[in-house]
């Protein structure tokens, strides 16, 4: 299969449209015309086979979730997305791969009118990279660095869905995973297999979150950033993390709370804000369907520190995903 | 070495300051502000060892080269480059080759004033993933699309250098290529390594070519994107092709056609445009220290044919480079 058949595989599966796209694939650049009075947001995001994503996965999710972290990107700054170019890196030239890949990313990107706009294909250890640009309004854009003492910390949907639903797919025969609930491990197995980008939420945020992130290496490590770049520290309440049911079926305990503070994966946002705005935060979620909870609160000095009921520290062995570390 | 303090190491070494990058490396997105009155152009291409350069490359080379064939994407289309991205995927956190690595890539940057905004990196094997981001006045960005019948066929340099580089390159102790003058083989090697992207020249040709693309691919494999997209034939004249110095000592007669019309890596620019035009383009051009030659003409048809002095066609063994083919 020569690479421009692989190309147009690809660009009939993803054929969203927009009057902003100028020229799509099929020229050295993409021409793109942007939004008047809005910044462009920009960020990208390479999935490596063994490192962010098993061997043998199945195309059509491997598609999807290649995009929805990248719009998780998009969503943490509260944009708009618009634009993807793609990076596929390929051990062969597999048109049933391409073809079900595809498919699953064309999925995603037509749910968010995203136009995939260009990219290119190579021959090598299979990879996939992905870059999203979308637009917020001038001067709206959600940052890590706006977190301030007095803030309470909120998270959308719930926590170590991500982690859980990676060790169901790598559950050996004998495991305790392995014989847990067939819906519970379907559950979180979906969570990781297939996120869904908090692009809504991100966009109701503007105005009301001061920092926003996407968890993506664990709350603690994902809190890190914020405190970091905010310069401030930040307490989180171990009891009030929230869990899914079927995270709740699968772990208990010391063994859960490990698994929502320390997992990755879950694209959900975690973000701060004056307490005062609580009740319109609440509600304004509520109407895009997001579930949020209060999980902490920001404090003066640095780091995150992550707090049992009587305010004691809780000292986890991994405080979340970090490559080379 | 964590992930940070490698991002750290490249961040320092690529300080091209903008007033357009709202907010540069190190949140979600990075934020930018598009140019009122300008369309925005992107591209993407990744280098992968083995495939693309061949491994144990001088680290400095190849940052420069990532960004080099980008922008001469960007060239290729007449844009103003900006902004840039970054996705390594690297075997081990080596810090000493991240070091060059970034002075490559940033010494090229600084040239082009092109701002890295973002990226990421990740463990695996060796890549290098690079989207460019530039500007051209609105409707002004040359396409592959507009080359018609009667226009003639132009390229900036000189062709095959990059191919006989890398031969040099991979040259065994008792090769011909081995023994041949240094200063040759040094000539094609810097082409090769270190390749100059035609911004300039780009730039002079809007508002003059009719179609361009850079020859990336070959000569011929790359003007049959142009004859495909514009619906058209070209004709090339063998004896036309610019040959610089060094080739002409490294090869003669049909092996160096052979180099010229189907070696890829050259990064010059290939355009079509009225024969009324060529003595402003060639002036232009001059005013840029861009060499030009006339290599052909369009004609009705399609296909890309390479001719003679008495005007028969030469069918030559390879034709160009294609993943996969």
């Known amino acids: 299969v020569p690479e421009f058949d692989l190309i147009e595989l690809i660009r009939s599966r993803c054929l969203a449209l927009r009057d902003d796209v100028v020229l799509g694939i099929g020229d050295d650049c993409a021409i793109l015309e942007p939004a008047p009075g809005h910044e462009l947001l920009v960020s990208t995001d390479t999935l490596v086979e063994g490192v962010h994503f098993l061997p043998d996965s199945d195309p059509w999710a491997l598609g999807w979730k290649a995009l929805a972290v990248n719009l998780s990107d998009l969503a943490a700054m509260g944009a708009e997305p618009a634009w993807a170019l793609l990076s596929l890196t390929l051990p062969c030239a597999d048109a049933a791969f391409v073809t079900a890949f595809a498919d699953g990313f064309g999925r995603l990107a037509a749910e968010h ?11 090598g250890p299979l990879a996939v990279g992905v870059v999203v640009q979308g637009f917020a309004p001038r001067g709206t854009a959600l940052r890590r660095s706006g977190a301030r003492a007095g803030d309470a910390v909120y998270v959308t949907g719930t926590l170590g869905d991500g982690l859980a639903g990676l060790r169901c797919l790598q559950a050996t025969a004998g495991s305790a995973l392995a014989h847990a609930s067939a819906e519970a491990r379907e559950a979180v197995i979906g969570r990781v297999t297939r996120p869904t980008p908090q692009l809504a939420a991100g966009r109701v945020l503007r105005g009301l979150a001061s920092a926003c992130i996407d968890t993506s290496d664990g709350i603690l490590a994902d809190l890190g950033h914020v405190a970091r770049r905010s310069g401030v520290g930040i307490e989180v309440l171990a ?6 049911p079927a995270l709740c079926a699968l772990y208990a305990g010391d063994e859960r709370l490990a698994v929502q503070a320390g997992g990755g994966d879950d694209y959900q946002l975690a973000f701060t804000a004056s307490p005062e705005r609580e009740t319109e935060i609440v509600r304004r979620l509520a109407a895009v369907e997001c579930a949020v909870a209060r999980i902490g609160r920001v404090v003066e000095g640095r780091g995150v520190r992550l707090l049992d009921d009587g305010g004691a520290e809780i000292v ?6 970090e490559h080379f570390a």
Do not use: F, K, N
């Open 113 to 123: 009118r995203v136009a995939l706009v260009g990219g290119d294909i190579t021959s």
């Open 239 to 244: 009891s009030s993390l929230p869990a899914s």
């Open 316 to 321: 986890l062995e991994h405080r979340g995903w």
